[in-house]
């Protein structure tokens, strides 16, 4: 049975339903409804993208020159937690790699860093072999140096797991029931709009209205029904699923990636029944 499904004893089954709610490309954001699924469920998805989807991230470092006011160790911190750009198709891990870990250009990603003008480091100035996978963010700063201080430097990226460590996943996930508001008698509506700051409601004349698709964002519902006993909030059984993505991978594919993973881990458990 697939995922999400539910069936009783010889019924037919049906498949959970998933709706694009919004997607938000400038901030990586996408917002998804499931109908006839559970929180398990939400839940396993949620841990797959955050601890199992791999992405490529710095690993090691070699430093030839840094003369900056940051220690070897907080420059290595830092590009370390910066998202790279992930090709799945391209790179194993180094574990499953034919090189036996040894390193080649199918598990490893080769990155050199040289700067000597006075003025923040960025992003854009680390250059990378491998054109389909740069640094996520362009001005995104590194250190900032000072007439005649230098770095020169080659990174060497890899494949890993959020799990072993942060710096590989890729995105937050997160999920809550689908709230239902229902206006009633608004005792003060003014009050309600002097603290409402997420827009989800609007004042037409003395009348409260609610702004649709500011609802399914707003984390101050509880708030507003405490405020006037006008405002009730109901839950359905739908789960609004929510991921922001850190820019390695698109929406599709981390999640395309996630539910992969599931069905391989289904399969290893049966296999082992």
Not at 1 to 12: H, V
Not at 176 to 196: D, L, R
Request: net charge negative; aromatic share 6%; hydrophobic share 35%.
């Amino acid at each position: 049975m697939a995922a999400g499904q539910k069936a009783d004893d010889g019924e037919e089954g049906f498949k959970m339903k998933l709706e694009k709610i919004k997607e938000e490309r400038k901030k990586n954001k996408l917002t998804l409804l499931l109908k006839d699924s559970d929180e398990v469920f939400a839940n396993t998805i949620r841990r797959l993208i955050a601890e199992e989807v791999p992405t490529l991230a710095v690993d090691e470092l070699e430093i030839k020159d840094n003369s900056s006011a940051l220690y070897d160790e907080m420059v290595g911190l830092r590009l370390g937690l910066m998202p790279i750009k992930t090709d799945l198709k391209s790179y194993e891990f180094k574990e499953k790699c034919k090189c036996g870990g040894e390193g080649c250009a199918r598990c490893e990603l080769k990155m050199t860093l040289k700067a000597g003008k006075k003025g923040y480091v960025y992003a854009e100035e680390v250059e990378s072999t491998d054109p389909k996978c740069t640094l996520v963010y362009p001005k995104m700063p590194i250190v900032k140096i000072l007439a005649k201080q230098r770095l020169d430097m080659t990174l060497t990226a890899v494949l890993g797991r959020g799990r072993n460590h942060t710096k590989w996943s890729p995105g937050l996930a997160y999920y809550k029931h689908e709230p239902v508001i229902n206006i009633g008698k608004v005792s003060n509506p003014e009050k309600i709009m002097e603290q409402c700051t997420d827009g989800v409601f609007e004042l037409k004349g003395n009348r409260l209205t609610i702004v649709d698709d500011k609802v399914y964002g707003s984390e101050l519902l509880e708030y507003y029904s405490e405020l006037d006993k006008g405002i009730t909030i109901e839950y359905t059984d739908n789960i609004i699923f929510t991921l922001e993505s850190w820019g390695q991978l698109g929406f599709k594919e981390i999640l395309t990636k996630s539910a992969d993973i599931l069905l391989e881990k289904a399969e290893e458990l049966e296999q082992q029944l």
